[in-house]
């Protein structure tokens, strides 16, 4: 069974700065998909980033880059210019094909003004 | 751009008592999600339904049922609700083009007291 862990509970940074969120997973699978969902306090679930697990390329959409190092199972979401709207809980987020999605834990950040 | 819908947002309850969650996926999306996230927990996969057919299942109690409609709706039933069915519940839809992107709704409260 596919494993998602999320090491870090709670992180918390100031305005501006650059944060980096730490995923590892665990699967047999070589196809899959990766995902990272913000979760703010409307508990919403939006989602932030994905990437194929048969792209080499590191996935990126704005202030949102991942580290992607697939030999390693790790999955890292990097937020630069972290901004007050920031502040939430994220997920990182499992799934192969058209099947369930499997969460990690939970790392509920916060960015101070 | 339509999302899904979720009805009612919030739902209060007596133990023992029944609940229904309704969901309206994404236009053209063919597959809904039902996922159950427990106060300070990550979300956990209820159900799924493809094309009006069960596709797979998780970790949903038997008080439980669920069903996709001709419409692609699909409703949650709850029966002998106890207290520890209080939580947020997802739902999301996917389509077969890109079936590993999931989007959620806004979600259902559910309060049992």
């Known amino acids: 069974a596919q494993t998602v862990t999320q090491s870090q509970p709670e992180m918390s940074v100031q305005e501006a700065e650059t944060v980096t969120l730490s995923c590892t997973y665990d699967t047999s699978e070589s196809n899959y998909y990766l995902f990272w969902y913000k979760q703010p306090p409307s508990r919403q679930m939006i989602l932030v980033i994905r990437q194929e697990a048969y792209k080499q390329q590191n996935a990126t959409e704005n202030r949102f880059s991942v580290n992607f190092q697939k030999a390693a199972k790790s999955f890292s979401l990097k937020i630069s210019d972290s901004q007050l709207g920031d502040t939430a809980m994220y997920f990182c987020a499992f799934i192969q094909g058209a099947q369930k999605l499997v969460f990690g834990q939970g790392t509920r950040l916060t960015i101070n003004p | 751009a339509a999302g899904v819908i979720q009805s009612p947002r919030h739902l209060i309850k007596e133990k023992r008592e029944t609940a229904t969650l309704k969901c309206y996926p994404i236009?053209?999306?063919?597959?809904v999600y039902w996922y159950q996230q427990g106060p300070g927990q990550d979300p956990q996969f209820l159900i799924s339904f493809y094309e009006k057919m069960q596709s797979d299942k998780g970790s949903i109690p038997d008080r439980f049922s669920a069903q996709q409609f001709s419409d692609y709706h699909s409703e949650l039933n709850m029966s002998s609700l106890e207290l520890g069915d209080s939580a947020l519940y997802f739902c999301?839809?996917?389509?077969?083009?890109?079936?590993?992107?999931?989007?959620f709704g806004p979600g259902t409260r559910l309060t049992v007291l």
């Open positions: 999301a839809s996917s389509s077969q083009d890109r079936e590993a992107e999931q989007f």
């Open positions: 236009p053209r999306h063919d597959t």
